[in-house]
């Protein structure tokens, strides 16, 4: 009986495209198995009623053509503007909290387009191309 069952499930087809799914890579979604491909579909579809969600998606920094969100533009023009700011003037300025800040800036430092030094027992933050 056992055996049966095992195989069975060495025969599984994903119940929307049909495709045959290996045993240990298929997806359960409400009840229905779903190989890879159709299961990213029901998690991620094309279409979705949050833009704002699509967008970052679409901005993650492993894709080619990425780009800069609307607060890492307005901290990279506020830096050109201001020469090296603290964290505290930054976030006042752009009426974001620190986490905003921090999140951001990540990104910024690991393109190499801004970054932070310590002047006496205060962090800066500037242009990655700035003195
Ligand atoms: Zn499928």
């Not at 991620?44 to 699509?54: E, F």
């Not at 970052?56 to 894709?63: D, E, F, P, V």
Request: aromatic fraction near 8%.
């Amino acid at each position: 009986m056992e055996q049966k069952l095992q195989g069975r499930k060495l025969m599984t087809e994903c119940n929307k495209c049909g495709t045959g799914i290996e045993p240990g890579e298929s997806y359960e979604f409400q009840g229905k198995l779903l190989c890879e491909d159709c299961y990213m579909d029901v998690m991620n579809p094309p279409k979705t009623c949050d833009p704002w969600a699509v967008h970052l998606a679409k901005s993650s920094i492993i894709q080619d053509g990425f780009q800069l969100t609307a607060l890492q533009e307005e901290i990279l023009s506020l830096l050109k503007e201001h020469g090296p700011m603290q964290m505290e003037e930054i976030t006042a300025k752009l009426e974001i909290n620190e986490a905003e800040f921090r999140n951001a800036f990540a990104t910024l430092r690991h393109m190499e387009l801004a970054r932070g030094f310590k002047k006496g027992d205060n962090v800066y933050y500037t242009l990655f191309s700035q003195e």
